[in-house]
């Protein structure tokens, strides 16, 4: 792992075992821009808006959403069990091929 200065283009970026790395003053074109454009905007937001404080007392009241989580999973894997007893729902078509009727030719 050797440092090396250079690598074209006039970026004056570090080289590391032929991998350059990232600097502030790399050219910012294209989509890689804009990616990186909105990512630095949307870390600098949050970086202003959240505290760890806050962080921490969510973390702390965490446990309603999750067992409200873990309720509903819990009654979609329940639920068709329940719907196998009902008769009408046994009998109703289960694909829209079952809906189709045919088309029979009059003889008239």
């Known amino acids: 792992m050797v440092p ?5 283009g006039g970026t004056g970026g570090l ?7 990232p600097t502030q003053d ?5 989509l890689s821009g804009a990616v990186d454009a909105i990512v630095g905007f ?5 970086s ?3 505290r760890p404080e ?3 007392a969510v973390a702390t009241t965490f446990g309603f959403p999750l067992a409200l989580a873990l ?16 008769p009408k729902l046994r009998s109703a078509p289960r694909t829209m091929a079952d809906t189709l009727v045919a088309f ?3 003889v008239r």
Do not use: H, K, N, T
């Not at 309720?71 to 009902?86: A, I, P």
């Open 42 to 46: 949307a870390v600098d937001g949050a």
């Open 26 to 30: 790399r050219p910012s074109d294209g």
């Open 48 to 50: 202003r808006v959240l």
């Open 15 to 21: 080289v590391i075992d032929g991998v350059r790395a």
């Open 54 to 56: 806050a962080a921490a």
């Open 104 to 106: 029979e030719d009059d």
């Open 71 to 86: 309720l509903v999973l819990l009654f979609l894997l329940v639920q068709s069990r329940l719907d196998d007893r009902d």
């Open 4 to 8: 090396s200065a250079g690598g074209g």
